[in-house]
């Protein structure tokens, strides 16, 4: 227990340091509530998966009815994040970008006979984007000005959620309580003398909260195999959100400022639509896993302030098939998992009349460390992908993903029997 | 936990200095911009200026320039400049009874500034006036409409061939009469001669007036060691002078007459500064589309009403607004372009109100720009930026929106610079889309 306290608290101060900085990124981040997390949670290394999936060992936040899988009689602790390195290109230029995100941070145990609960903080969105373009004034065949757009955080939740089991069937619901702020910026510097440059500041604060329901339902098909079927979802929600809208322009001579706007819009607010997930595990002899989900959210319905962002709908394909060699086997290897998977994605950005999709393989590995009274289990995928084109001087992103996630589970309500 | 340590510490160093800033230009969608638009100022018209000021009043300041001659513009017609003005005795050598006196004689400073035909002899007459010119009432000034009588009988005539080798020694012998009456005043220390005051009542000034079928007008120096009447006498040994020259003191006396007859050009229709010749009206062969002029002696100036700005988008604003005129090609050659264009506040009537100035206190003004090789792109622009904001900003916009460009009014009587326009004139916005 000393030992594993500073490691909780270290997580907790890693997490909040990735929350918090700065990630200037994939310029895909700039539209709406920022760039959707298509794979994360402790399943990445297979595809993404989460609907359906439920163990005894990771706290699968994606899907509140999986928690009633967890151990009665252990607590549950569990950490990931991800990092990221990207090529970026264009049909004539190309660059790259590192960026760490998706932290999760996640606690869970018994409450009472089969009742579960979890909770923790999760990242949604995240936006960082920081670009600096030199343009030809429209109209003007030989005036430019500089367009400065940069924007900069995304929106986490902290999460309670409650599960109850009935015989093969598990409810459950996620409480989150979803924040944040969205920053965007835009500076216009028209490179003609004695003119005005335009500074603006966009700033999103949202704070309200959002209920996700899961079921799932395990059968077994034969003695050595099982299935499992599971949902998870949450409604249309539109939540409260501030928007504060600050812009002035700056004589270039002078230096004097005037002030262009300064509004609030008080009661405003951002719909976070309808989203649905729902799949399929398949375990076979407690060796083989075959999972498989769907992910829609309605985001044809995102407005911002009552603003239609016309955005299409969002989809997600995952797949993913575990092999555990030997769960009580006499090598370390043979109680690892190995992991497989894939993923498609059609976000909800169409740019230049192109979709905006993303194709990711994965792979990894889950491997059990024992210490006495604590089993840790430390997950470690990887996750290779294409997301965009260059077509119509669009973005192309091949990007190479690495997710830690780390789940400990100790003793906390055994009794010892023999004192 | 060591390793733990270890693998946080990575993933923390991971995302450091990313640079994608000029990546995806096409992404953007240009929700932001800047954009140009370009409005064709249609009411645009020549207006010819009643009267200006051509003295600086008691203002203590005084006249650089004046210009003196008669030229026939093919596109303002006649113009006649007479300047005017008065002289005190400045001193020189003293004059006693051994001295004798020789002549008297008009010099003034030529300036370098010409424009006309200068292979034409040109003829200059030198009178006096018959009493002190009558300032206005109100501001103490003198207009180039303002007539004081002179002696018609010249006190001296002068005929010069105007290169500039003639024109830096530009003098005219005066009557001898006046000479010797000078000679004696100031021999016998005369009250005319002590007091200034006096001599200015007395002696009341002259003007110097070009010949009708003179061919060129050309400027000199206004200051008192530019223009003098010159006592010229002797003694047994030397050749003496003593001078009278325009005084500080007296410098409201100065001023420039003026007159314009464009006869025979299209702006013979303006016949008072009320009456507009539209851009379109002034077309003629030679000028396809029409044709706006501004130019300083003969009084025209540009007169338009503006554009007002659409309210537009919300996120929108205008980061420039400027006119732009364009000069006539070869219009320039013989007569020079103006250096500056003033822009002034006018109403229906076309008064000229005040100049507009910037937030800074300085005069609005327009400069040429030029574009190397390329004659047709060369263009005055006038930066109205913050005057049209303003100006879209009131609420009665569409009746305050008349502007005038001319050549700066006080340099009216200095310069015989002229700008012709024969391009509709053009108000271009930048405007900023931000949000």
Sequence with gaps: MKKIIPLYLLCFLFSWQVFSQNNTGTPYSMYGIGLLQDNYGPYTSLGGVSAAMRDNNNINFLNPASYTALDSNRFYFQFGVTGEYVHISTHKENSSYRVAQNASLNMAF?????????????????????????????GSDNEYYNQQISGEGGLNDFYLGVAYRFGNLSLGVNTSLVFGNIEKRVNLIPLISDSYYINSRNKIAVFDAIFTAGIQYGMALSPKSKLTLGTAFNFSSKMNARKDLESYK??????????????RLHNGNISYPFRISGGFAYDYKDKWTVAGDYTFQEMSSYKEFGEDQEYNDYHKAAIGVSLLPARYGRYWWQRNKYNLGAYAVRSQIELNNVHINTYGVTFGTQMPVYISNRELLLGVAFDLGIRGTEKNGLIQEKYAKIRLNIAFKEGWFMKRKID | MKNFSFIFCLILCWACNNDVTSIGQDLLNDDSYVELVKYNIENSSTIKLDSFPTSTAKTGSELYNLIVGAIKDPVTGFTNAQPYFSLVPAGGDPINSIHRFDSITFNIKYNGQIWGDTNQIQTFHLHQLTRLPILHEQNDFLYNTTVTPYNPTPLGSYQILPHRRHLDKFCIRLDDSLGLELFDKVKYNDEYIKNAHYFVQYFKGVTLIPDNNNTCIFGFAAAADSISIQLHFHDAENEKVYKFTPSIAYNEYTYEKLHNDAAGTPYAALTKQTENLLFYEAARPGISYGQLVTQGLSGYAIKMRLPVAPAGDKYKTIVKAEIELRPQPSSYKEIKLPETLYL???????DLISAITKPDGNAVTGTLIREENRPEEERFVINITDYYNTLCQSNDADTKNYVIVSVPADLMSGSFNRLTVDRIPVLNIYYALYE
Excluded: C, H
């Design chain 1, 110 to 138: 018994r409450i009472y006979k089969n009742l579960f609960t979890s909770l923790g903080f999760n990242q949604r969105s995240d936006i960082g984007y920081d670009l600096y373009y030199y343009k030809m004034i429209n």
């Design chain 1, 250 to 263: 700056v004589n270039t001579s002078t230096q004097s400022s005037e002030t262009l706007d300064n509004e």
């Design chain 2, 344 to 350: 002034y506040q006018s109403n229906p009537d076309n």
